[in-house]
C-alpha cells in the first residue's frame, strides 16, 4: 500500500484479556516504531525495530507488552492480562533508515484501545 | 534525557490571520531534528516541518515557517493566512540524530488544540 496501515482501527476487550495489534509498514521501510498516544497526551515511544530485531525496546512499560517484526516488514504488538490504564491509541511509524531526508517517520492511522 | 514542553494546550486563530504555536525542549545534545506535526481528528500524525539544529536558517514550507531559537533551546510554529483545515492537534517533536541515538525515536510534547474560526 502507499502508506501505514494498521489493524483493527478500534479494539474493545475485557480487563485480563490478551490483544495484538498489526502494523504494516511502507514497503522497503527497514525501520518501524511503535508508540503509544494516552488521551489528551503525545505519544510516548514504545519500541523500535531495525529490520527483525528489536533495536530499543526501552519505552516498554513492563513485561505484558511485546512485539515482533518476524520478517522484517509486518509488525505485531502484543499486550497480555489488559488492565484498564492501556487504553490508548496505540501508533506505528516507520522510515527509511539513513535517507536523505533524515529518516522522516511516516505514521500510520492508529489503533485505539478500550479496555473495559 | 531530553523534554519537549508546549505550555498553550488550546490556541484560536481568525480564519486569514497569523497564529504562533509554543514549543520549548531541553536537550545536552549538539546536533538534532525539531518536527512539528499536526493530527486531525483521523489520528494519522502528519509531517508539518522539520529544522536540522546545525541551521541557523530557519525552516519554511508554504505557510508554515518556524522560528528556532537555539540557545534558548525554542522552536516556534508560524501559520500564516489561516485555513479552516489548520484546525487540529499540533505538536512539536526532538529527535537525536542517528549517530547518538539507536533509530531516532521522537520524543513529543503535550500537544497544542488549534482552533480556525470562519
Known amino acids: 500500500g502507499a502508506g501505514v496501515s494498521q489493524t483493527p482501527s478500534n479494539k474493545v476487550t475485557e480487563k485480563g484479556k490478551y490483544v495484538e495489534l498489526r502494523c504494516d509498514p511502507i514497503s522497503g521501510h527497514t525501520a518501524l516504531y511503535w508508540y503509544r498516544q494516552s488521551l489528551g497526551q503525545g505519544p510516548e515511544f514504545l519500541i523500535y525495530f531495525q529490520g527483525t530485531g528489536a533495536a530499543d525496546d526501552s519505552g516498554l512499560p513492563n513485561d505484558r507488552f511485546f512485539a515482533v517484526r518476524p520478517e522484517g516488514s509486518v509488525s505485531t504488538l502484543k499486550i497480555q492480562r489488559t488492565e484498564r490504564g492501556d487504553s490508548a491509541v496505540y501508533l506505528c511509524?516507520?522510515?527509511?533508515?539513513?535517507?536523505?531526508?533524515?529518516?522522516?517517520?511516516?505514521f500510520g492511522p492508529g489503533t485505539r484501545l478500550t479496555v473495559l | 534525557a531530553q523534554t519537549v514542553t508546549q505550555s498553550q494546550p488550546e490556541m484560536s486563530v481568525q480564519e486569514a490571520e497569523t497564529v504562533t504555536l509554543s514549543c520549548t525542549y531541553d536537550?545536552?545534545?549538539?546536533?538534532?531534528?525539531l518536527f512539528w506535526y499536526k493530527q486531525p481528528p483521523s489520528r494519522q500524525m502528519i509531517l508539518v516541518i522539520r529544522q536540522e539544529a546545525y541551521k541557523q536558517q530557519n525552516a519554511t514550507e508554504n505557510r508554515f515557517s518556524v522560528n528556532f531559537q537555539k540557545a534558548a533551546k525554542s522552536f516556534s510554529l508560524k501559520i500564516s493566512d489561516s485555513q479552516l483545515g489548520d484546525a487540529a492537534m499540533y505538536f512539536c517533536a526532538y529527535r537525536s540524530t542517528p549517530l547518538w541515538n539507536q533509530g531516532g525515536k521522537l520524543i513529543f510534547g503535550q500537544g497544542t488544540e488549534l482552533s480556525v474560526k470562519p
Open positions: 511509524a516507520s522510515s527509511l533508515m539513513h535517507s536523505g531526508m533524515g529518516g522522516e517517520q511516516f
Open positions: 536537550t545536552s545534545e549538539s546536533d538534532y531534528y
